[in-house]
């Protein structure tokens, strides 16, 4: 099932971005159907952690919630070593203001909490103790589990890229039920009974 709006998904790129964090997401969504548009800190190219030189499409001054279906922000050594992605949580409160969803992964799910966007949401992140230590006020939301939704906001771990992507893929509507379900346990779990459903389905 394709329910783009055909407005496009932006992923947020940055220096030390983490590149297996997203690439399920953002791969399943262009085969159906999403375009695919990055977002840097400017137009000049960026490095990810494992040495990928990214071109962004657009600068994040020029990136409006009325023109994405989501904003995905990947983690980042950056995220922790000072305030040069703070700019990108600020964009993330402006999205979840206007009711566009965001979903943020690693690293990123603590430079949400230093805006504040947590403080009042069902998150989860790497460990409860990483976002404990940047001050925020919503531990008590916080879940142990491999990715959460709350209403526009998706949060994920580090080693959860395919419950990540799981999350996104629901929350688009691209995939529902047995479909989603058998999507999940074909790419996390190897499960080849999850390929007859998926083949059946028209998903593959």
């Known amino acids: 099932m394709n329910t783009t709006t055909g407005k496009p998904v932006h992923l947020a790129v940055y220096d030390t971005l983490a590149d297996w964090e997203t690439g399920h997401a953002t791969a399943q969504l262009a085969r159906t159907g999403h375009e695919i548009r990055t977002v840097g800190p400017a137009t000049a190219p960026v490095r990810s952690i494992g040495g990928l030189r990214i071109q962004p499409d657009l600068a994040l001054a020029d990136l409006r ?11 980042a050594d950056l995220w922790d070593t000072g305030d040069d992605l703070a700019p990108f949580a600020r964009t993330a409160r402006a999205f979840l203001d206007a009711g566009v969803p965001v979903a943020a992964i690693c690293g990123a799910t603590a430079g949400l909490a230093r805006e504040g966007l947590l403080d009042d949401r069902d998150h989860t992140s790497a460990v409860s ?29 580090p080693t959860e890229p395919v419950a990540f992507a799981r999350e996104i893929l629901r ?16 790419f996390h779990d190897s499960d080849p009974a999850a390929y007859g459903v998926l083949e059946k389905a028209g998903a593959l």
Do not use: C, K, N, Q
């Open 171 to 186: 929350l688009l509507g691209v995939y529902e039920g047995e479909v989603l379900d058998a999507w999940y346990r074909l």
């Open 65 to 75: 919630p009325e023109d994405s279906a989501l904003l995905i922000l990947p983690g």
């Open 129 to 157: 103790f990483y976002l404990a230590a940047t001050g925020y006020a919503g531990g008590a939301r916080y879940i142990e589990t491999d990715a959460v939704t709350d209403g526009p906001l998706i949060t994920a771990g």
